[in-house]
């Protein structure tokens, strides 16, 4: 079998590794309109940091794994073709800022109908709307010749940070298809892949809407366990309640879980936000006004906590940062991660800039792509890797990213190099706040008591 990816990115390049790793008798391509992210993946320099994604690909490389920007040949070639393009919120025209941009979806899908002379599965990995298929299946049809095409929704569900653990070992893989031979057929082909090393009852079928709105789903409930817990953040503050231990006391309620309960600056990615956005765009389309808003406000309240954090720096630094250094330690939205896309960071390293601080942000594997974040605000932000350096002389500290690396740093050290008074703002919650403050600091958690020497 021939297997396609249309889309080499942080979706495609790994899930199509692992497809490799795990079905050796498969050759699977994988191509993208990007040379230079195809050179990478051929390279020893890889487009995306993700732990253990080197290895993966190293094992298939050049075996029965493949990287080309022939996508013409690519899909005349295929039995199976996953798409998987960005599908980034819509910045133009209706729907702009909510609805999804489906302009390289649908590109893709004229291309395959042009370039197929076989019958295809066509697999919608990227996330969209629900009723996408329905869309997709139109286009392919509207050739009106004999190939023919049977379109599956198989959302993915990796994290970035821990994608090949992930994908390796999944809670569970979703397979939407039609409920008619063709589509049973497509839907076993694509289980008998997976069923390599995914456990049979790990791996769901529904129908092709249920799948398509799973994903959405999926990601507005994790959002909004963040932004939750990050509401409530707000009241420890004012209450001194203390908000790690209001979330270990409800997460230890089996009902309620312990994972996502942790208060911060706010959750980024590229995907929650989007898919927030898209899902309160297609509830507004059906006329589902208070469904619509009820989604909203959990982006709203990520927005909030963001500015709220600002607020609090400025608050606790005399209401002015004009002229102060500040260090900004981490810039990926998450650790393990160089993805900064809607990364807090963002938004933070601007409303500082916009009050004069000198920011200087550091990042163990981000600050290549902080620097085309940042790029309009030229040298009035500054990039360096070494946390020492980028403390020294600093007013403050903002912990961004929750890297391990900013656990185990000698902050006597660090401590030493900083004017005085010295502030941590632990946008995480990550480090040991007592320490800190012992050595010094004026420590400043999310959803804490501050614990200040002023
Ligand atoms: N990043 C994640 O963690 C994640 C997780 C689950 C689902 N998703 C979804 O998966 C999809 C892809 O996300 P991503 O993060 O991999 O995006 P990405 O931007 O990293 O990769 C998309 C790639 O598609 C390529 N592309 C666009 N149009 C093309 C075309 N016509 N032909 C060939 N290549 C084309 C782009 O050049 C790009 O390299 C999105 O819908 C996203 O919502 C992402």
């Not at 500015?307 to 400025?314: G, H, S």
Request: charge should be neutral; include cysteine.
């Amino acid at each position: 079998m021939n297997i396609l990816c249309i889309g080499a990115g942080y979706v495609g390049g790994p899930t199509m590794a692992m497809i490799a790793l795990k079905c050796p008798e498969v050759k699977v391509t994988v191509v993208d309109i990007n040379a230079a992210r195809i050179a990478a993946w051929q390279s020893d320099s890889l487009p995306i940091y993700e732990p253990g994604l080197q290895e993966v690909v190293r094992a298939c490389l050049g075996r029965n794994l493949f990287f080309s920007t022939d996508v013409d040949a690519a899909i005349a070639a295929a039995d199976m073709i996953f798409v998987s393009v960005n599908t980034p919120t819509k910045t133009f025209g209706q729907g702009a800022g909510r609805a999804a941009d489906l302009q390289y979806w649908e590109k893709t899908a004229r291309q395959i109908l042009a370039n197929s002379k076989t019958d295809k599965i066509v697999v919608e990995k990227s996330t969209l709307p629900v009723r996408t298929a329905a869309a997709m299946q139109r286009i392919l049809d509207s050739g009106g010749g004999d190939v023919k095409f049977e379109v599956l929704s198989n959302p993915e569900f990796l994290a970035e940070g821990t994608a090949i653990k992930d994908l390796q070992n999944p809670d569970r893989v979703l397979i939407g298809g039609h409920d008619t031979d063709a589509g049973r057929r497509a839907v076993a082909a694509l289980v008998d892949v997976y069923a390599h090393w995914v456990p049979r009852e790990r791996i769901l079928t529904s129908n092709v809407w249920s799948s398509e709105l799973s994903k959405l789903a999926a990601n507005a409930f994790l959002a909004q366990r963040v932004s939750s817990i990050n509401a409530l953040s707000a009241l420890c503050e004012a209450t001194e309640a203390d908000v790690c231990e209001v979330s270990r006391a409800i997460g230890m309620d089996s009902r309620i879980g312990a994972k996502f309960l942790n208060a911060s600056v706010g959750f980024g990615g590229s995907c929650f936000k989007k898919d927030i956005l898209n899902l309160v765009y297609l509830c507004e389309t059906y006329g589902l006004t208070e469904v619509a808003a009820y989604w909203q406000q959990v982006v709203s309240m990520n927005d909030y906590q963001q500015d709220r954090f600002v607020r609090n720096m400025l608050s606790r630094m005399f209401n002015t940062v004009s002229g102060k250094r500040i260090a900004l330690f981490g810039f990926a939205f998450k650790k393990d991660t160089g993805d900064t896309r809607e990364s807090p960071a963002i938004r933070i390293a601007r409303q500082l800039v916009e009050e004069r601080a000198q920011v200087v942000i550091s990042d163990p594997k981000a600050l290549a792509n902080a620097k085309v974040d940042l790029r309009d605000l030229g040298d009035r932000v500054q990039y360096e890797s070494d946390p020492y350096a980028a403390a020294e002389g600093a007013h403050a500290i903002a912990l961004m990213t929750e890297w391990d690396c900013y656990a185990t740093l000698d902050y006597q050290r660090i401590y030493d190099r900083m004017m005085k008074p010295a502030s941590f703002f632990d946008g995480r919650n990550r480090l040991d706040h007592a320490a800190l403050y012992q050595i010094g600091f004026n420590v400043y958690g999310i959803g804490k008591t501050a614990l200040s020497h002023l």
